[in-house]
C-alpha cells in the first residue's frame, strides 16, 4: 500500500468521505488512490475558493469535516480567503494539500512555495507528512483536530513521494473529544448577574443558535426579563417558526451603538462581546457601553445548550417557555423590488427546511425581522468578511443537507469572487436557487466611503462601479449549465422562485434591484 492510498482508507474510516478537489501533478498519487477506493465523493472546484468555501457549508450543515484537495502552495493561496471565512465560522475542514516531493524540493522548481507558512494563518494545525508511513496516522490527527469543538481547519501537507512510496499504513479512526462543559462558577455568575441586576442581554453565537439552545434561552428570558440577541454574523441560525425570532447586532456602528445603548451587562453564550467590523475616525470600536459588565457564560467551543439549561434551572425557570408567535406567514406580494417585499416574498414561498446562504450584502440588511414568521429554515451567514463566500457554501451546505432547498441571497459583486460554484452547482445537479442581487455597483463601499469622510469623485465612483460593461448574468449562468431567467418585480420573483423548487438542479435569477 502507497501513501495516497493509507491516507483515503484512514479518511474515509475516519467518516470523512466527501473530498472537495483541485487537483494538480503532485496530487496525482492521492487522486490514482480515490479512483481504486470506492466510497469518497470526489466534487470538483474550478478554483480553489469554491473548493475550501464548500467543505466550509458543508461542515455547517452535516456537521462533520470534508477533505479538500488542493495543490500545492499556490492553490492553497487560492483558497486562503474561503479558509478564512471557514476559519472564522469555526468550520471543520481537513485540507489535503499537495506539495513537490521531499528529494525534489532543495532544487526549487517554480511550484515550491511555503506552504506550511501560508496554511499556518488559517489553520489549528498543519503538518508535513516526511514518509508514505506517517500519512495515516497524520490523516487520523487532522481528522480528530477537525472535529475538535467548536470545529477546526487542519491542514496535511503531502509530499509527492510521501503519497506514491509504498509503506502506507492505514490509521484508526481516532476519539473525537467531548464538548467541554461550562464552568460551574460561569453558570453561578451568570445566575447571580441575572437574579440582582436590570438591562441584561445575553448574546448567542455559535453553536447557542440551534433550536434546542434557544429553547433554553427562551426559559431564561422569560424567567428574568433579560432580552436575546445574536451576534452580527453567524455561521448557521435555526430560523422560522417555532425557533426565536433574535436579531443580530447590526453591522452600520450607529445602529450597534444605538440598539445596544441600554445594556448594563452583556452575557456571552458562545459569542464573542461585540466589535466593529471596521475602526473609522471618530467612532467606537466596541459596539456596547464600554462601562458595562461582561460574563463569559460558555467560550466558543463550550457547550451552549447544556449551560444554557444549567442556568435555567439554577433560575427556577419552568422547564418549558413558550416560543414567540411570530405573526401569519408573510403573503406573496406584487409590485417592484424592495428589501421588505423580497425579504417577505422569499418567507412566503421558501419550502420547509430550506437553507439560506446570505451574501446580500447592504440589500439584505433588514431581512430578518421579515423571515421570522417563514418555515423553519437555516440561515448561514459570512463570518469573515471576505467576500465570494456565497456561491461555494452553497454548493457545501447542499450536499451536506441532502433533500433540502438552497437559496442563495447573493450580491452581485461577491458572487464574481467565485462564480465558478455556479458550475459546480450545475454538474453536480444541485438544488440551489440563487437570488442574484444586480445593482451593478459595490454599494456597500459607497457608504464606507461616506463613513471615512469622502465624497465619492469620478475616480472612486468608477472603483466602486459594476456597469460598463454591465455583467450578463443569465448568459453567464448558462454557459456553465445553470438555467436562469431576469426578474424585476416581486410577482416574477415568486414565480421563477416557485418553479426552481420544482428542479432537480441550481437556477439563478437575476433580480434587477
Ligand atoms: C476578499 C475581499 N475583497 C474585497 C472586499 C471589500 N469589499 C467589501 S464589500 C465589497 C463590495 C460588495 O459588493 P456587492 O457584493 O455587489 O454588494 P453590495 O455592496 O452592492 O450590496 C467589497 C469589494 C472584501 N470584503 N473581501
Not at 123 to 146: I, L, P, Y
Not at 164 to 171: K, L
Not at 181 to 202: C, I
Request: proline share 8%; aromatic share 6%; net charge neutral.
Amino acid at each position: 500500500m502507497n501513501g495516497a492510498e493509507s491516507l483515503v482508507h484512514t479518511l474515509l474510516g475516519s467518516g470523512v468521505d466527501v473530498c472537495f478537489a483541485n487537483p494538480g501533478t503532485s496530487e496525482m498519487h492521492f487522486v490514482a488512490a480515490l479512483d481504486r477506493i470506492p466510497g469518497m465523493r470526489c466534487v470538483l472546484g474550478l478554483q480553489e475558493n469554491v473548493v475550501t468555501g464548500a467543505a466550509d457549508g458543508y461542515w455547517r450543515m452535516a456537521r462533520k469535516p470534508a477533505a479538500t484537495l488542493l495543490h500545492c502552495g499556490p492553490g492553497l493561496a487560492n483558497g486562503l480567503a474561503g479558509l478564512h471565512d471557514a476559519r472564522r465560522a469555526r468550520s471543520g475542514i481537513v485540507n489535503i494539500i499537495g506539495d513537490q516531493a521531499t528529494y525534489h524540493r532543495p532544487h526549487d522548481a517554480p511550484l515550491t512555495a511555503d506552504t506550511e507558512g501560508w496554511a499556518r494563518g488559517v489553520s489549528a494545525w498543519v503538518r508535513t507528512s516526511a514518509t508514505a508511513a506517517e500519512v495515516g496516522a497524520d490523516a487520523a490527527v487532522a481528522v480528530q483536530v477537525a472535529r475538535t469543538a467548536p470545529g477546526q481547519v487542519a491542514s496535511l501537507i503531502l509530499p509527492s513521494d510521501s503519497s506514491w512510496n509504498e509503506g502506507g499504513a492505514v490509521a484508526p479512526a481516532l476519539p473525537v473529544p467531548a464538548v467541554p462543559q461550562a464552568d460551574p462558577h460561569a453558570v453561578e455568575t451568570a445566575a447571580r448577574v441575572l437574579r440582582e441586576k436590570r438591562n441584561v442581554l445575553l448574546l448567542l453565537g455559535g453553536m447557542a443558535l440551534t433550536e434546542g439552545a434557544q429553547r433554553q434561552a427562551q426559559r431564561i428570558a422569560g424567567a428574568t426579563g433579560a432580552r436575546l440577541m445574536c451576534e452580527g454574523s453567524n455561521p448557521r441560525i435555526q430560523r422560522g417558526r417555532g425557533r426565536l425570532p433574535l436579531e443580530r447586532v447590526p453591522y452600520v456602528v450607529e445602529q450597534a451603538v444605538a440598539a445596544l445603548g441600554w445594556v448594563e451587562h452583556l452575557i456571552l453564550v458562545n459569542a464573542r462581546a461585540p466589535v466593529g467590523f471596521f475602526g473609522y475616525p471618530g467612532k467606537p470600536s466596541l459596539l456596547y457601553p464600554p462601562g458595562a459588565g461582561v460574563h463569559v457564560l460558555t467560550r466558543v467551543e463550550q457547550d451552549a445548550e447544556e449551560a444554557l439549561r444549567a442556568l435555567a434551572d439554577a433560575l427556577g425557570a419552568p422547564r418549558q417557555a413558550p416560543m414567540p408567535d411570530p405573526g401569519p406567514r408573510p403573503e406573496p406580494l406584487r409590485g417592484p423590488l424592495s428589501p421588505e417585499g423580497l425579504a417577505r416574498t422569499v418567507a412566503a414561498v421558501m419550502p420547509e427546511e430550506a437553507i439560506v446562504v446570505d451574501e446580500s450584502v447592504s440589500y439584505g440588511r433588514g431581512f430578518f425581522p421579515h423571515t421570522h414568521a417563514a418555515p423553519p429554515h437555516d440561515w448561514l451567514q459570512n463570518c469573515g468578511g471576505a467576500i465570494g463566500y456565497g456561491p461555494p457554501v452553497a454548493v457545501g451546505a447542499a450536499i451536506g443537507a441532502p433533500g433540502r432547498r438552497v437559496i442563495a441571497l447573493q450580491a452581485d459583486g461577491s458572487a464574481m469572487y467565485a462564480v465558478q460554484a455556479l458550475w459546480t452547482q450545475a454538474r453536480e445537479r444541485l438544488p440551489v436557487t440563487t437570488l442574484l442581487l444586480s445593482n451593478r455597483k459595490y454599494q456597500i463601499l459607497l457608504g464606507e466611503y461616506r463613513n471615512v469622510g469622502a465624497n465619492p469623485g469620478r475616480t472612486a465612483l468608477d472603483m466602486l462601479d459594476l456597469g460598463n460593461p454591465d455583467i450578463g448574468w443569465v448568459q453567464l449562468a448558462n454557459g456553465m449549465g445553470v438555467e436562469a431567467a431576469q426578474a424585476s418585480t416581486l410577482e416574477a420573483c415568486a414565480d421563477l422562485m416557485a418553479q426552481s423548487f420544482a428542479r432537480n438542479g441550481p437556477f439563478l435569477i437575476e433580480l434587477l434591484i
